[in-house]
C-alpha cells in the first residue's frame, strides 16, 4: 500500500487490438499531473521493449505503480483492483468474449512485470466495471434464463473508462447540481457508445454483451436484426469467423460508404457520404430520446471521442430541433468548438450541452491512487473472482 502525502510516478497502459497508448503521471494524494505520453500505432515490437525506450526517452527512471486498462472484467471483476495471478487468470478466461482487447492487455501486464519486477504493483482498470450495477430489466437479454446463466450472456457495457470520464469532469464543472442529477453522455469515436447516468449510477448503456451493439460505428453497425446474420450464413454460406470480420470490421460507416473516417465522410458530397452520415446521426438521436425517456429528462449532455470532440457538424445535426425537451443548441458557439472543452447550449437550454476531451489515461492514473490508497474507484461491487 502506497503512503499518502507522497509523491509517486504512475504509469498508464492502455493497450489496443493495434495500438498501445503510455503515459506517466505524478501523483500525490488525489492529484495526478502528466508528466510524459506516447501513442504506438505498430505494436508488433515486443511491448516491454516499447516501454523501456519510452521511459528512456522521456527521462522517467521510477515507476511506483502500474495501471492498466482492460476491456472486459465480466461478472467477477467489477471493480478496479491489485493485479495478482487470481485476477490474471480472469482475465484470460474472458478472451473469448474480448479476443481482439484482453490478450493485449494481458501482454502488457506481463511485459511491465518481466521490466519492473514483483514488487511493482499493477492495476487493473475495467472498461465494463463502470456497468457492473446496470438495472436488471437494462442488463438482461429477453433469452432462455438457463441458457444466459450457462454462458454469462448479459449486457456488459463498455467504454466505462471514457463514459466515467466525462460523469467526473461534469461533476467537477458543476458541482452544485446535487448528486451530479441526470446526464446522458455520448462517446463517438471509431467506437460509440452512449450511457444514461442518475445520481452518478448507470441506468442503460448502448453496448451490451459485445461492442457490436448499439450506435452505427465507424467499422460496426451497431443494433441489427439477428435475422440478418442468420440469413445471410444461409445464402451466402458464410462461416462464422467471416460473419464476425463482417460485423467488426465491414459495416457501419466503412460498409455503406466504404470510409471509416467521418473527418473525409463530411468532406465528400456523394450520396454514399451523405447516407452515411445521416444514419449515424440518426442513430445516435434516436437513442438520445431513448434516454431522456429513461432518466425522465437530463440536466447535461455530454460529447467525448474523437467525432464527438471534433465534428460540430455531427453534433449540430443529433441535437437539432430540439427545443421541445428542453435541449438548445447554441450553433454558433458548436461551430467555433473543435477539440476543447466548452459549454454548447444556449442560456435558455434547460439542460446544459457540453464538449469535453476523454483523458482515458488520467482515469487510470487516479484509479490506480485508488486502489493502492483506497477511495471510490470505478465500479460498486467488490470483485467476485
Not at 495478482?84 to 511491465?112: W, Y
Not at 452520415?277 to 425522465?296: I, N, P, S, T
Amino acid at each position: 500500500m502506497l503512503a499518502r502525502g507522497c509523491a509517486v510516478n504512475v504509469l498508464t497502459v492502455n493497450a489496443g487490438s493495434s495500438s498501445l497508448r503510455l503515459a506517466v503521471f505524478a501523483a500525490m494524494d488525489e492529484t495526478c499531473s502528466l508528466l510524459a505520453s506516447g501513442h504506438f500505432s505498430d505494436v508488433r515490437d515486443d511491448p516491454a521493449e516499447i516501454l523501456r525506450v519510452f521511459l528512456k526517452d522521456h527521462g522517467i527512471e521510477e515507476v511506483t505503480v502500474v495501471a492498466h486498462r482492460v476491456v472486459h472484467g465480466g461478472s467477477r471483476l467489477t471493480a478496479s483492483c491489485a493485479l495478482d495471478d487470481k485476477v490474471e487468470a480472469e482475465i484470460e478466461r474472458l478472451i473469448p468474449l474480448a479476443p481482439l482487447h484482453n490478450p493485449p492487455a494481458l501482454a502488457g501486464i506481463r511485459a511491465c512485470r518481466m521490466l519492473f519486477g514483483a514488487d511493482v504493483p499493477q492495476v487493473a482498470v475495467f472498461d465494463t466495471a463502470f456497468y457492473a450495477d446496470l438495472p436488471e430489466a437494462a442488463r438482461t437479454y429477453a433469452i432462455p434464463y438457463d441458457l444466459a446463466h450457462k454462458h454469462g450472456l448479459r449486457r456488459y457495457g463498455f467504454h466505462g473508462i471514457a463514459h466515467c470520464a466525462l460523469w467526473r469532469r461534469w461533476r467537477a464543472l458543476r458541482p452544485e447540481v446535487p448528486e451530479g442529477g441526470h446526464v446522458i453522455s455520448l462517446q463517438l469515436g471509431a467506437g460509440c457508445s452512449m450511457t444514461a447516468v442518475e445520481r452518478g449510477e448507470p441506468r442503460d448503456t448502448s453496448m451490451g454483451f459485445s461492442p457490436l451493439e448499439g450506435l452505427m460505428m465507424a467499422t460496426r453497425g451497431g443494433d441489427m436484426d439477428p435475422g440478418v446474420i442468420t440469413y445471410l450464413q444461409r445464402r451466402e454460406a458464410f462461416s462464422l469467423e467471416v460473419i464476425e470480420r463482417l460485423l467488426y470490421h465491414n459495416c457501419g460507416l466503412q460498409g455503406v460508404a466504404g470510409e471509416s473516417d467521418m473527418r473525409r465522410l463530411l468532406a465528400r458530397e456523394d450520396a454514399e457520404a451523405r447516407l452515411a452520415v445521416e444514419m449515424y446521426c440518426h442513430r445516435a438521436r434516436k437513442y438520445l430520446g431513448a434516454y431522456l425517456a429513461v432518466l425522465g429528462g437530463a440536466d447535461a449532455i455530454l460529447f467525448g471521442g474523437g467525432v464527438g470532440e471534433n465534428a460540430p457538424f455531427v453534433r449540430e445535426k443529433i441535437l437539432a430541433n430540439m427545443e421541445w425537451a428542453g435541449i438548445a443548441l447554441d450553433t454558433q458557439a458548436n461551430r467555433a468548438v473543435v477539440g476543447t472543452e466548452a459549454c454548447i447550449s444556449k442560456p435558455v437550454s434547460r439542460t446544459e450541452i457540453w464538449v469535453i476531451p476523454v483523458d482515458e489515461a488520467a482515469i487510470l492514473a487516479q484509479e490506480a491512487v485508488a486502489v493502492t490508497r483506497p477511495r471510490e474507484s470505478i465500479g460498486r461491487k467488490g470483485n467476485k473472482s
